[in-house]
Protein backbone atom coordinates (compact mmCIF):
# COMPACT_ATOMS: atom_id res chain seq x y z
CA UNK A 1 0.00 0.00 0.00
CA UNK A 2 2.59 2.52 0.90
CA UNK A 3 4.23 1.60 -2.47
CA UNK A 4 1.06 2.99 -4.57
CA UNK A 5 0.89 6.06 -2.33
CA UNK A 6 4.18 6.87 -2.64
CA UNK A 7 3.80 6.70 -6.42
CA UNK A 8 1.52 8.49 -6.69
CA UNK A 9 2.66 10.90 -4.67
CA UNK A 10 5.67 11.10 -6.82
CA UNK A 11 3.62 11.07 -10.11
CA UNK A 12 2.19 14.58 -9.03
CA UNK A 13 5.66 16.00 -7.42
CA UNK A 14 6.48 16.88 -11.20
CA UNK A 15 3.03 17.38 -12.59
CA UNK A 16 4.33 18.83 -16.15
CA UNK A 17 6.64 15.75 -16.47
CA UNK A 18 3.77 13.48 -15.73
CA UNK A 19 1.32 15.67 -18.09
CA UNK A 20 3.76 15.42 -20.85
CA UNK A 21 4.06 11.82 -20.20
CA UNK A 22 0.20 11.42 -20.04
CA UNK A 23 -0.01 13.38 -23.17
CA UNK A 24 2.30 10.85 -25.49
CA UNK A 25 0.46 8.21 -24.05
CA UNK A 26 -3.00 9.70 -25.06
CA UNK A 27 -2.51 11.04 -28.27
CA UNK A 28 -1.20 7.32 -29.20
CA UNK A 29 -4.06 5.73 -27.73
CA UNK A 30 -5.91 7.91 -30.37
CA UNK A 31 -3.96 7.96 -33.17
CA UNK A 32 -3.66 4.38 -33.10
CA UNK A 33 -7.45 3.89 -32.76
CA UNK A 34 -7.93 5.81 -35.39
CA UNK A 35 -5.76 4.47 -37.31
CA UNK A 36 -7.39 0.60 -37.35
CA UNK A 37 -11.00 1.58 -37.35
CA UNK A 38 -10.36 3.40 -40.33
CA UNK A 39 -9.17 0.53 -41.61
CA UNK A 40 -11.42 -1.76 -40.92
CA UNK A 41 -14.32 0.73 -41.91
CA UNK A 42 -12.40 1.66 -45.66
CA UNK A 43 -12.95 -2.53 -46.31
CA UNK A 44 -15.73 -2.80 -44.99
CA UNK A 45 -17.29 -0.08 -46.73
CA UNK A 46 -15.61 -1.73 -49.79
CA UNK A 47 -17.71 -4.99 -48.84
CA UNK A 48 -20.91 -3.16 -48.80
CA UNK A 49 -20.29 -1.41 -52.20
CA UNK A 50 -19.38 -4.82 -53.50
CA UNK A 51 -21.89 -6.91 -51.99
CA UNK A 52 -24.87 -4.24 -52.60
CA UNK A 53 -23.89 -4.29 -56.38
CA UNK A 54 -25.59 -7.89 -57.36
CA UNK A 55 -23.76 -10.39 -55.41
CA UNK A 56 -25.12 -10.33 -52.29
CA UNK A 57 -23.38 -11.91 -48.69
CA UNK A 58 -24.30 -15.30 -49.15
CA UNK A 59 -25.94 -17.21 -52.33
CA UNK A 60 -27.54 -20.96 -52.32
CA UNK A 61 -27.26 -22.63 -55.35
CA UNK A 62 -27.92 -26.30 -56.65
CA UNK A 63 -25.03 -28.27 -56.10
CA UNK A 64 -22.64 -28.34 -59.11
CA UNK A 65 -23.89 -24.56 -60.58
CA UNK A 66 -20.80 -22.60 -59.73
CA UNK A 67 -18.62 -25.08 -61.88
CA UNK A 68 -21.48 -24.93 -64.84
CA UNK A 69 -23.47 -22.13 -65.17
CA UNK A 70 -26.72 -23.76 -66.73
CA UNK A 71 -30.40 -23.69 -66.50
CA UNK A 72 -30.62 -27.21 -66.05
CA UNK A 73 -28.12 -26.93 -63.15
CA UNK A 74 -31.19 -24.68 -61.50
CA UNK A 75 -33.49 -26.20 -58.79
CA UNK A 76 -37.33 -26.07 -57.69
CA UNK A 77 -38.49 -23.36 -55.37
CA UNK A 78 -39.69 -24.11 -52.09
CA UNK A 79 -41.16 -22.17 -49.07
CA UNK A 80 -39.63 -25.08 -47.09
CA UNK A 81 -36.18 -24.36 -48.09
CA UNK A 82 -36.52 -20.66 -47.75
CA UNK A 83 -38.24 -21.06 -44.40
CA UNK A 84 -35.30 -22.95 -43.11
CA UNK A 85 -32.76 -20.38 -44.39
CA UNK A 86 -34.84 -17.34 -42.96
CA UNK A 87 -34.68 -19.46 -39.56
CA UNK A 88 -31.42 -18.46 -38.85
CA UNK A 89 -30.93 -15.48 -36.88
CA UNK A 90 -28.23 -14.13 -38.83
CA UNK A 91 -30.56 -13.51 -41.77
CA UNK A 92 -32.39 -10.67 -42.65
CA UNK A 93 -34.04 -11.98 -45.92
CA UNK A 94 -33.82 -13.54 -49.35
CA UNK A 95 -34.08 -12.69 -52.89
CA UNK A 96 -34.97 -15.83 -55.44
CA UNK A 97 -33.18 -15.28 -59.05
CA UNK A 98 -33.67 -16.96 -62.39
CA UNK A 99 -30.52 -16.40 -64.27
CA UNK A 100 -29.30 -17.59 -67.59
CA UNK A 101 -27.84 -16.23 -70.74
CA UNK A 102 -29.65 -14.76 -74.00
CA UNK A 103 -28.50 -12.78 -77.71
CA UNK A 104 -30.25 -9.15 -76.91
CA UNK A 105 -30.77 -7.39 -80.53
CA UNK A 106 -32.84 -4.71 -81.45
CA UNK A 107 -32.72 -4.03 -85.35
CA UNK A 108 -28.96 -4.73 -86.60
CA UNK A 109 -27.55 -5.12 -83.43
CA UNK A 110 -26.73 -7.69 -81.25
CA UNK A 111 -24.98 -8.37 -77.68
CA UNK A 112 -24.96 -11.03 -75.51
CA UNK A 113 -26.21 -10.45 -71.79
CA UNK A 114 -26.78 -12.13 -68.66
CA UNK A 115 -30.81 -12.50 -67.92
CA UNK A 116 -31.91 -11.60 -64.48
CA UNK A 117 -34.94 -12.99 -63.45
CA UNK A 118 -35.77 -11.36 -60.00
CA UNK A 119 -38.68 -10.92 -57.15
CA UNK A 120 -38.50 -6.92 -57.74
CA UNK A 121 -39.09 -6.24 -54.63
CA UNK A 122 -36.92 -8.96 -52.54
CA UNK A 123 -34.01 -7.54 -54.59
CA UNK A 124 -34.63 -4.43 -54.09
CA UNK A 125 -34.53 -4.64 -50.12
CA UNK A 126 -31.24 -6.46 -50.79
CA UNK A 127 -29.16 -4.91 -53.46
CA UNK A 128 -31.32 -1.75 -53.52
CA UNK A 129 -31.53 -2.24 -57.14
CA UNK A 130 -34.70 0.52 -57.62
CA UNK A 131 -31.72 3.04 -56.42
CA UNK A 132 -29.59 2.62 -59.83
CA UNK A 133 -32.43 3.61 -61.85
CA UNK A 134 -31.27 5.95 -63.85
CA UNK A 135 -34.03 6.25 -66.67
CA UNK A 136 -37.71 4.93 -66.80
CA UNK A 137 -39.14 3.49 -63.57
CA UNK A 138 -38.80 0.53 -61.54
CA UNK A 139 -40.24 -3.07 -62.36
CA UNK A 140 -43.59 -4.67 -60.46
CA UNK A 141 -43.90 -8.64 -59.93
CA UNK A 142 -46.42 -8.99 -63.10
CA UNK A 143 -44.39 -6.56 -65.47
CA UNK A 144 -43.97 -8.17 -69.41
CA UNK A 145 -40.54 -5.69 -69.29
CA UNK A 146 -37.38 -5.24 -68.74
CA UNK A 147 -34.61 -3.06 -66.85
CA UNK A 148 -31.44 -2.59 -68.95
CA UNK A 149 -28.24 -1.63 -67.75
CA UNK A 150 -27.20 1.69 -69.29
CA UNK A 151 -23.78 -0.13 -71.05
CA UNK A 152 -25.90 -2.90 -72.44
CA UNK A 153 -28.55 0.42 -73.60
CA UNK A 154 -26.05 2.19 -74.91
CA UNK A 155 -24.41 -0.65 -77.22
CA UNK A 156 -27.80 -2.07 -78.91
CA UNK A 157 -28.83 1.77 -78.93
CA UNK A 158 -31.92 1.44 -76.95
CA UNK A 159 -34.05 3.73 -74.48
CA UNK A 160 -37.06 3.21 -72.01
CA UNK A 161 -40.26 2.43 -74.55
CA UNK A 162 -38.06 0.82 -77.02
CA UNK A 163 -38.20 -3.11 -77.68
CA UNK A 164 -35.59 -5.67 -77.09
CA UNK A 165 -35.20 -9.18 -78.68
CA UNK A 166 -34.05 -12.34 -76.54
CA UNK A 167 -32.96 -15.30 -78.33
CA UNK A 168 -31.69 -18.14 -76.11
CA UNK A 169 -31.28 -22.06 -75.03
CA UNK A 170 -34.21 -22.36 -72.60
CA UNK A 171 -34.49 -25.52 -69.81
CA UNK A 172 -33.94 -28.71 -70.68
CA UNK A 173 -32.53 -27.77 -74.18
CA UNK A 174 -36.11 -25.93 -75.39
CA UNK A 175 -35.74 -22.55 -77.29
CA UNK A 176 -36.28 -19.53 -75.38
CA UNK A 177 -37.53 -16.33 -77.24
CA UNK A 178 -39.57 -13.26 -76.65
CA UNK A 179 -39.41 -9.35 -77.42
CA UNK A 180 -40.44 -7.19 -74.09
CA UNK A 181 -40.34 -3.60 -74.11
CA UNK A 182 -37.59 -1.74 -71.72
CA UNK A 183 -39.07 -0.04 -68.79
CA UNK A 184 -35.58 1.96 -67.64
CA UNK A 185 -31.88 2.07 -67.27
CA UNK A 186 -29.60 0.64 -64.10
CA UNK A 187 -26.58 2.00 -63.87
CA UNK A 188 -23.93 0.05 -62.45
CA UNK A 189 -20.35 1.24 -61.05
CA UNK A 190 -18.99 -2.57 -62.30
CA UNK A 191 -18.37 -2.21 -65.39
CA UNK A 192 -18.49 -5.64 -65.99
CA UNK A 193 -22.11 -5.57 -64.70
CA UNK A 194 -22.93 -2.26 -66.79
CA UNK A 195 -21.75 -3.88 -69.99
CA UNK A 196 -24.25 -7.19 -70.26
CA UNK A 197 -26.93 -7.60 -67.27
CA UNK A 198 -30.93 -7.23 -67.83
CA UNK A 199 -33.26 -7.64 -65.29
CA UNK A 200 -37.02 -9.26 -66.23
CA UNK A 201 -39.61 -10.19 -63.38
CA UNK A 202 -38.92 -13.79 -62.62
CA UNK A 203 -42.77 -14.79 -63.65
CA UNK A 204 -41.74 -13.31 -66.84
CA UNK A 205 -38.19 -15.35 -67.02
CA UNK A 206 -40.13 -18.84 -66.00
CA UNK A 207 -42.05 -18.14 -68.66
CA UNK A 208 -39.26 -17.28 -71.29
CA UNK A 209 -37.05 -20.24 -70.58
CA UNK A 210 -39.33 -22.58 -69.79
CA UNK A 211 -38.71 -23.27 -66.65
CA UNK A 212 -41.92 -22.98 -64.25
CA UNK A 213 -41.22 -22.82 -60.81
CA UNK A 214 -37.30 -23.35 -61.02
CA UNK A 215 -34.58 -21.33 -59.47
CA UNK A 216 -30.77 -21.38 -59.94
CA UNK A 217 -30.24 -18.96 -56.90
CA UNK A 218 -31.51 -17.78 -53.54
CA UNK A 219 -29.41 -13.81 -52.51
CA UNK A 220 -29.13 -13.56 -49.00
CA UNK A 221 -28.67 -10.81 -46.73
CA UNK A 222 -27.07 -10.78 -43.83
CA UNK A 223 -27.43 -8.70 -39.94
CA UNK A 224 -23.76 -9.20 -39.03
CA UNK A 225 -21.59 -9.27 -41.69
CA UNK A 226 -18.46 -10.21 -39.66
CA UNK A 227 -20.46 -13.69 -38.56
CA UNK A 228 -20.53 -14.49 -42.61
CA UNK A 229 -18.55 -17.76 -42.50
CA UNK A 230 -20.07 -19.26 -39.12
CA UNK A 231 -23.93 -17.82 -40.85
CA UNK A 232 -22.34 -19.74 -44.23
CA UNK A 233 -21.61 -23.50 -42.32
CA UNK A 234 -24.51 -23.57 -40.46
CA UNK A 235 -27.20 -22.64 -43.29
CA UNK A 236 -25.20 -25.50 -45.17
CA UNK A 237 -25.99 -27.74 -42.39
CA UNK A 238 -29.73 -26.47 -42.10
CA UNK A 239 -30.79 -27.07 -45.90
CA UNK A 240 -28.81 -30.35 -47.02
CA UNK A 241 -26.07 -31.16 -49.52
CA UNK A 242 -28.42 -31.00 -52.40
CA UNK A 243 -28.31 -27.30 -52.57
CA UNK A 244 -24.33 -25.17 -51.59
CA UNK A 245 -24.27 -22.12 -49.47
CA UNK A 246 -21.48 -19.71 -50.88
CA UNK A 247 -19.99 -16.84 -49.47
CA UNK A 248 -19.03 -13.66 -51.44
CA UNK A 249 -15.73 -14.39 -50.95
CA UNK A 250 -16.10 -17.60 -52.41
CA UNK A 251 -17.67 -15.61 -55.57
CA UNK A 252 -15.27 -12.95 -55.66
CA UNK A 253 -12.08 -14.44 -54.83
CA UNK A 254 -9.78 -11.13 -56.54
CA UNK A 255 -12.06 -8.67 -54.57
CA UNK A 256 -11.07 -11.08 -51.32
CA UNK A 257 -7.70 -11.17 -52.47
CA UNK A 258 -6.93 -7.40 -52.97
CA UNK A 259 -8.49 -6.34 -49.59
CA UNK A 260 -5.68 -8.94 -48.35
CA UNK A 261 -3.11 -7.37 -50.13
CA UNK A 262 -4.22 -3.77 -48.72
CA UNK A 263 -4.65 -4.77 -45.19
CA UNK A 264 -0.94 -6.12 -45.52
CA UNK A 265 0.06 -3.06 -46.51
CA UNK A 266 -1.92 -0.86 -43.87
CA UNK A 267 0.06 -3.66 -41.06
CA UNK A 268 3.18 -1.85 -42.49
CA UNK A 269 1.73 1.32 -41.74
CA UNK A 270 0.94 0.76 -38.60
CA UNK A 271 4.23 -0.80 -37.65
CA UNK A 272 5.31 2.68 -38.88
CA UNK A 273 2.67 4.53 -36.54
CA UNK A 274 3.91 2.22 -33.26
CA UNK A 275 7.60 2.91 -34.38
CA UNK A 276 6.51 6.60 -33.51
CA UNK A 277 5.14 5.81 -30.24
CA UNK A 278 7.79 3.89 -29.15
CA UNK A 279 10.09 6.88 -29.83
CA UNK A 280 7.41 9.97 -28.67
CA UNK A 281 7.03 7.47 -25.37
CA UNK A 282 10.82 6.66 -25.09
CA UNK A 283 11.35 10.44 -25.34
CA UNK A 284 9.33 11.07 -22.31
CA UNK A 285 11.21 8.13 -20.09
CA UNK A 286 14.30 9.25 -21.37
CA UNK A 287 13.47 13.08 -19.88
CA UNK A 288 12.26 11.87 -16.45
CA UNK A 289 15.67 9.99 -16.32
CA UNK A 290 17.40 12.53 -16.65
CA UNK A 291 15.22 15.18 -13.89
CA UNK A 292 15.32 12.36 -11.68
CA UNK A 293 19.12 10.68 -11.69
CA UNK A 294 20.27 13.11 -8.58
CA UNK A 295 16.35 11.98 -6.61
CA UNK A 296 17.10 8.52 -7.53
CA UNK A 297 20.74 8.22 -6.33
CA UNK A 298 20.00 10.42 -2.73
CA UNK A 299 17.45 7.07 -2.30
CA UNK A 300 19.96 4.73 -3.01
CA UNK A 301 22.60 6.42 -0.81
CA UNK A 302 20.35 6.81 2.05
CA UNK A 303 19.71 2.89 2.53
CA UNK A 304 16.69 2.34 -0.14
CA UNK A 305 17.00 -0.64 -1.95
CA UNK A 306 17.48 -0.62 -5.81
CA UNK A 307 14.37 -3.62 -5.63
CA UNK A 308 12.23 -1.21 -3.63
CA UNK A 309 12.78 1.62 -6.28
CA UNK A 310 12.62 -0.37 -9.15
CA UNK A 311 8.61 -1.35 -7.69
CA UNK A 312 8.25 2.25 -7.07
CA UNK A 313 8.91 3.20 -10.63
CA UNK A 314 7.04 0.13 -12.12
CA UNK A 315 4.42 1.60 -10.19
CA UNK A 316 4.25 5.24 -11.00
CA UNK A 317 4.78 3.39 -15.13
CA UNK A 318 1.95 1.88 -14.56
CA UNK A 319 -0.43 4.36 -13.00
CA UNK A 320 0.93 6.77 -15.56
CA UNK A 321 0.18 4.52 -18.64
CA UNK A 322 -3.44 3.61 -17.57
CA UNK A 323 -4.53 7.29 -16.62
CA UNK A 324 -3.27 8.17 -20.53
CA UNK A 325 -5.03 4.82 -21.96
CA UNK A 326 -7.99 5.29 -20.82
CA UNK A 327 -8.06 9.30 -21.55
CA UNK A 328 -7.34 7.95 -24.75
CA UNK A 329 -9.91 5.46 -25.41
CA UNK A 330 -13.01 7.51 -23.97
CA UNK A 331 -11.28 10.55 -26.07
CA UNK A 332 -11.40 8.23 -29.26
CA UNK A 333 -14.87 7.10 -28.89
CA UNK A 334 -16.45 10.38 -30.09
CA UNK A 335 -14.48 10.98 -32.63
CA UNK A 336 -14.38 7.34 -34.28
CA UNK A 337 -18.29 7.67 -33.81
CA UNK A 338 -18.17 11.02 -35.48
CA UNK A 339 -15.76 9.84 -38.52
CA UNK A 340 -18.46 6.55 -38.95
CA UNK A 341 -21.42 9.16 -39.34
CA UNK A 342 -20.16 11.61 -41.47
CA UNK A 343 -16.80 10.29 -42.70
CA UNK A 344 -13.82 11.59 -44.65
CA UNK A 345 -14.44 12.48 -48.23
CA UNK A 346 -12.72 12.38 -51.30
CA UNK A 347 -13.05 15.20 -53.86
CA UNK A 348 -12.18 16.39 -57.24
CA UNK A 349 -11.15 13.66 -60.02
CA UNK A 350 -10.33 11.07 -57.44
CA UNK A 351 -13.83 11.11 -56.28
CA UNK A 352 -15.00 10.77 -59.50
CA UNK A 353 -12.99 7.67 -60.56
CA UNK A 354 -14.50 5.92 -57.15
CA UNK A 355 -17.78 6.97 -58.60
CA UNK A 356 -17.36 5.71 -62.09
CA UNK A 357 -16.45 2.19 -60.28
CA UNK A 358 -19.09 1.72 -57.73
CA UNK A 359 -17.33 2.99 -54.17
CA UNK A 360 -18.65 5.68 -52.85
CA UNK A 361 -15.90 8.44 -52.28
CA UNK A 362 -15.54 8.21 -48.30
CA UNK A 363 -13.47 6.62 -45.82
CA UNK A 364 -15.82 5.77 -42.77
CA UNK A 365 -14.56 4.55 -39.46
CA UNK A 366 -15.51 1.13 -37.92
CA UNK A 367 -17.27 1.41 -34.72
CA UNK A 368 -16.32 -2.12 -33.56
CA UNK A 369 -14.81 -1.91 -29.79
CA UNK A 370 -12.47 -4.62 -30.49
CA UNK A 371 -10.32 -1.55 -31.75
CA UNK A 372 -10.78 0.67 -28.59
CA UNK A 373 -9.68 -2.41 -26.74
CA UNK A 374 -6.86 -3.58 -28.50
CA UNK A 375 -5.18 -0.86 -29.36
CA UNK A 376 -5.35 0.67 -26.10
CA UNK A 377 -3.95 -2.43 -25.03
CA UNK A 378 -1.06 -2.69 -27.55
CA UNK A 379 -0.19 0.72 -26.80
CA UNK A 380 -0.31 -0.15 -23.19
CA UNK A 381 1.94 -2.40 -23.75
CA UNK A 382 4.57 -0.95 -25.20
CA UNK A 383 4.85 1.74 -22.86
CA UNK A 384 5.25 -1.17 -20.09
CA UNK A 385 7.96 -2.68 -22.36
CA UNK A 386 9.76 0.86 -22.84
CA UNK A 387 9.50 1.06 -18.95
CA UNK A 388 12.16 -1.56 -18.56
CA UNK A 389 14.62 1.03 -19.57
CA UNK A 390 14.52 3.29 -16.33
CA UNK A 391 14.78 -0.46 -14.37
CA UNK A 392 17.72 -1.23 -16.37
CA UNK A 393 19.18 2.47 -15.27
CA UNK A 394 18.04 1.83 -12.11
CA UNK A 395 20.24 -1.39 -11.70
CA UNK A 396 23.08 -0.29 -12.95
CA UNK A 397 22.80 3.08 -10.75
CA UNK A 398 25.68 4.26 -9.12
CA UNK A 399 24.83 6.64 -5.81
CA UNK A 400 28.15 8.82 -5.92
CA UNK A 401 28.03 9.35 -10.01
CA UNK A 402 24.39 10.25 -9.97
CA UNK A 403 24.17 12.66 -7.33
CA UNK A 404 26.90 14.78 -9.15
CA UNK A 405 25.63 18.11 -10.25
Not at 241 to 265: A, G
Not at 351 to 370: H, Q, V
Amino acid sequence: MWLLKMAWKNSWRNRNRTIITMAAIFFAVILSVITGSLQDGIFDNLVKNMVSYYSGYIQVHKTGYWDEQILDNSFASGKITEQAILRHENITGLTSRLESFALASSENLTKGCLVAGIDPDNENRITNLKDKVVAGTYLYENDKSVLLSKGLAGRLQLNTGDTVILIGQGYHGATAAGKYPVKGIVQFGSPDLNDRVLFMPLPAARELYGAEQMLTSYVISLRDPARLATTAERLQLAIGNELHVMTWEEMMPDVKQHITTDSNNMKIIQGILYLLICFGIFGTLLMMMVERKYEMGMLVAIGMRKIKLIGLLMAESVFTLLSGCALGILCSVPLVFHLNRHPLRIGGETAEIYKRFGFEPIFPTSTDAIHFVSQGLIVFCIGLLLSLYPLYKVVRLNAVTAMRK
